[in-house]
């Protein structure tokens, strides 16, 4: 247990037993249309700069917390084994909030595929920080809830919301103004499209990647400067509904992040082939006059954006898109 | 003409008629491992940072200047017509030097092959300013003959010296302390081994990409920083033969490179699916223990780094290799 991160969490909470003998919450996953990338503390997950994502609709996490005789996780239906480091991370999490030796028995369905750049530790703390709310009875606000999702992993401070949000990076050192906040409901005409090239775990992970990336890229050091240009950037295309805009800065906010990890030692390369002829391809069709644009998270697959009225054309040059409802 | 250019030629040549009826030079390709990537100044070819190169044995230009009644120019035995490019490059180039409407017919040969990232115009431009030398009878200095090949084409600077070179950047406004210096000859084991993945003309030419780097990639701004990294470390490297030290440095500038233009606007991504293929089959070789690194120009193609010792292990890992002798 991180002694920092146990101080910021009982400023936050109410020190009762739990008020409910259960609290459950679902969370939708998100994609980050401006990347979280880089952190300025570890142990309380508080980022460099801000950051912007959308949720996915259906595709998150439902999470069950029952008090009970001893810990317990199971995932999809299935029961995680002690040893396991998903549930050594969950109950690390959980340690934080434990007024008197309760335990708890977790019950978590992940409707995305987990490993495959979909952001499950997203939706998972999200979910786990409101149905840990809902056990305790605190009543806490979505900025509380924010924090607390945040503790577990960074990106799951935005999974609290709905539609697009915008992590507020903060400035304080532990982190009390290091929240996200709704900026819009996700408007009918935009579109995500799913693109799984692999599922397979990543050989290296977000955190390390972040970490290698941060010691060794130099054109690391010019990441927040893209940050700053992206992030005002796609919040005033969202708010004004400016899909172009929208579609350039989050494309290349994506490829700048992936660019500093190639740039790293050893070089960070998510891409696959199968993700650079996507991205030929992409250029190609928007060459020739789609409105058609990608983000990447750190892994192998893509995530097309696009508007409702190009959806048939984006099927047809990518017949195995799986939309986002 | 460019009179910024003329007048930095006028300065280092003498103001005399050719005294010969021809001028012969052959002048190697080079790779750079420190990358020349970004103009201080378009028309004098002035470098933003100094670069260090490798160059490339027999493939390179052969170039034959005789004065004549009438500009001509033959490339590998064919006659290149007026309104080519590379035609009214070469004669925008040599305009530089007439001193009373002499003419030229210019003959020359390429052993590599043209557009596939293998800097043709590098080994040209710097024989043809040895070819003028020769044809003029100046009898100008190796650093004063890298000053006009530069002219011609910034990497031409390093083109000519056989083996290692460093174009340092300088700082004078006139150029005349921007050229290449000769670091080491080219050490018996150092092999570079050529993958031609495509031979299909760039998209986009290395000058626009630059400036389309320069103009919208925030990343490049942190891309000096890099080189100084690199090059002293490169050039160290070459000269205790430490070849380790060389190929981490030549690949970390290579893909950083690569990074400052895929995050640039519209993405500028040279790499194909086999590029990345490689790239991985390298990286996954190298965690087996094998000293092999790459570098790549603004294209597709990859080049390959290697000992002399593990020339065996690297063609069986990719026949396809056309070693440079």
């Known amino acids: 247990m991180n002694p920092e991160a146990q101080r910021c969490v009982r400023s936050l909470i109410p020190a009762h037993a739990p008020r409910n003998p259960s609290g459950r919450a679902f969370a939708p996953s998100n994609i980050a249309l401006c990347k979280y990338w880089g952190k300025r503390n570890e142990a309380l997950k508080l980022p460099l700069t801000g950051s912007l994502s959308v949720s996915l609709g259906k ?154 990336t941060r010691d060794s890229s130099s054109l690391f050091q010019s990441w927040p400067a893209q940050v700053e240009r992206d992030l005002p950037a796609i919040r005033n295309a969202v708010l004004e509904r400016d899909f172009s805009r929208l579609g350039q800065h989050a494309e290349q906010n994506a490829l700048s992040m992936h660019a500093t990890m190639a740039s790293a030692w050893p070089p960070l390369i998510y891409a696959q082939p199968e993700t650079l002829a996507v991205l030929h391809r992409v250029h190609t069709l928007r060459a020739e006059g789609l409105e058609l644009y990608v983000t990447m998270d750190a892994g192998p697959n893509v995530k097309l954006l696009y508007l409702a009225q190009d959806r048939e054309a984006v099927r047809s040059a990518f017949p195995e898109v799986q939309e986002v409802e």
């Open 59 to 212: 595709l998150g996490s439902q999470v069950s917390i029952h008090l009970a005789d001893q810990d317990s996780f199971q995932l999809n239906g299935e029961e995680v084994p002690p040893s396991h480091k998903a549930r050594k991370r969950l109950f690390a999490y959980l340690d934080l909030f434990r007024q008197n030796a309760e335990c708890f028995q977790v019950e978590a369905e992940n409707t995305i595929p987990m490993g495959a750049g979909l952001a499950s530790s997203a939706s998972a703390f999200a979910a786990i920080a409101q149905a840990v709310d809902a056990l305790y009875g605190w009543e806490l606000s979505s900025e509380q809830l924010s924090i607390l999702a945040r503790m577990g992993s960074g990106s799951a401070s935005r999974s609290i919301y709905e539609g697009f949000a915008e992590w507020v990076a903060g400035a304080r050192e532990d982190g009390m103004d290091s929240y996200a906040v709704s900026i819009a409901p996700v408007w009918p005409e935009f579109r995500i499209g799913l693109l799984i090239l692999s599922q397979a775990e990543k050989a290296v992970g977000s955190t390390e990647g972040m970490r290698r």
